[in-house]
Structures are given as structure tokens and as C-alpha cells.
């Protein structure tokens, strides 16, 4: 007879299967599609699942030879990589202040912060453009550094502050009558702890800044600057 634990581990694999090839079957269509032919795409009666003709390596090259996709993934990742430590170096003492401050008026800063996230970028790009063109940083990837954290750091102020409020302060009193600064406790106490939260704003921002479309179409026009949102389409 299959043990308690062989029956516990089956009934996992059962209930997640599902849910694993449900998530995966976007990733398997989108990689059998790149190795098709045009023909192949085109023609509505083949199986959008598997080849009807041979694959090909042909829009492989025309992506990497053809077209600036590597240039336009390498100023992405760049920019994200430069959002996400401006958004970290601000947040995570932003939200440990609110975190720390009792009473109302943390909690009101708190939400007063997220609801600034909130505003839609179509209401802001307009007298964005100017502060830009004032700085004279139009069609750079500086500017798109500027302003992707303006949208990044309220929403990941607001979410460290939430996971800062569930470490207990007993910790951090605790370092302290240990000899730890203040900056010590937060460093080797609070920081090691709230580790998923940072995590979480790290994908949380890195994919903002991969995936925003209305700032980069604004402020890039050079085609070698573009990021991979505006130069794909």
C-alpha cells in the first residue's frame, strides 16, 4: 500500500499539473511559432501546435541580423537594472520610516504615497516631456531613468512598508542592547528578514520598466536608444 506522504505528494502533482501546463502552454506556442515558416503561419488550416512544414531558423536571423533587438534588449536591461537600484536606495528607508512611524499620520502618508502610483502615465507624459526637453535629456535612456521611478517608488514604498510593520521591533531592540547602531540593526536585522518584500520589488520594478510604453515612445525617437517595447512594435 502506496505511504501517507507517496499519497500527499500524488495529490499535489494533481491538483498543480493542471495549473503547470495551463501556464505553460502560452511559452510552447510562442517557441513552436518561432521555428515556423511564414507559409506555415499563414495558412489557417495547419495545426497552430506543431509544424506542418520543416522549422526554420529564418526569423532567428532576421531578429539578430536584420533588426536592432540586441541593442534594444541591452538599453532595456540597462535601464531596469538603473530604476531598480534608484527605487530600492529610496524605498526601502521610506518605507522603513513609515513603517516605524505609529499612530495616523504613518499610515495616511502610507496611502497618500500609493494613491500617487495611481495616476494614470497618459496624464503625465505631456508635462514630463517638458521637465525632460528643460534638462535636455530628450531621446536618451537617461530620461527614461528619471521618470520610470516616479511610478516605481510609491508602489514599492507602500509595499516594503507593509512588510516592514509584520518584523516585530523586539528584533530591533534586541540589536540595540546587543551594541548594533541603529543602521546596524536595519542592516543585519531588518533587511535579511524583509528579504521576499525586496525581491518582490525588485521583479516588481524591473518589469514595469521592461514593459512601459508611453514614456519610451514620448521621450526615445532614435531608433538605437529605443527599448524593447517601442523598437518590437
Do not use: C
Request: without cysteine.
Amino acid at each position: 500500500m502506496p505511504s501517507r506522504r507517496t499519497k500527499s505528494t500524488l495529490a499535489t502533482y494533481l491538483v498543480v499539473g493542471p495549473f503547470a501546463l495551463a501556464l505553460a502552454f502560452p511559452f510552447y506556442v510562442m517557441l513552436i511559432t518561432s521555428f515556423m515558416r511564414q507559409r506555415d503561419l499563414q495558412d489557417a488550416l495547419n495545426s497552430p501546435l506543431w509544424w506542418n512544414d520543416a522549422p526554420t531558423l529564418r526569423h532567428y536571423d532576421f531578429l539578430l541580423t536584420e533588426t536592432q533587438y540586441v541593442r534594444w534588449l541591452v538599453n532595456t536591461s540597462v535601464v531596469g537594472l538603473v530604476v531598480v537600484l534608484i527605487t530600492l536606495a529610496v524605498a526601502v528607508p521610506a518605507g522603513y520610516a513609515l513603517a516605524r512611524l505609529s499612530g495616523r499620520v504613518g499610515q495616511t502618508l502610507g496611502v497618500g504615497i500609493f494613491l500617487t502610483y495611481l495616476v494614470p502615465p497618459t496624464l503625465l507624459f505631456l508635462p514630463l516631456s517638458r521637465v525632460i526637453a528643460e534638462l535636455r535629456l530628450t531621446d536618451s535612456l537617461a530620461s527614461l531613468m528619471l521618470v520610470y521611478p516616479s511610478f516605481t517608488i510609491p508602489f514599492a514604498t507602500w509595499l516594503l512598508m507593509g512588510f516592514f510593520k509584520t518584523i516585530p521591533g523586539e528584533l530591533e531592540d534586541a540589536a540595540l542592547v546587543d551594541g548594533a547602531s541603529r543602521i546596524g540593526a536595519i542592516w543585519r536585522i531588518i533587511l535579511p528578514v524583509s528579504l521576499p518584500g525586496i525581491l518582490t520589488v525588485v521583479i516588481f520594478t524591473f518589469s514595469l520598466a521592461f514593459s512601459e510604453f508611453v514614456y519610451a515612445l514620448t521621450f526615445i525617437s532614435s531608433s538605437s536608444n529605443k527599448t524593447i517595447s517601442i523598437g518590437v512594435p
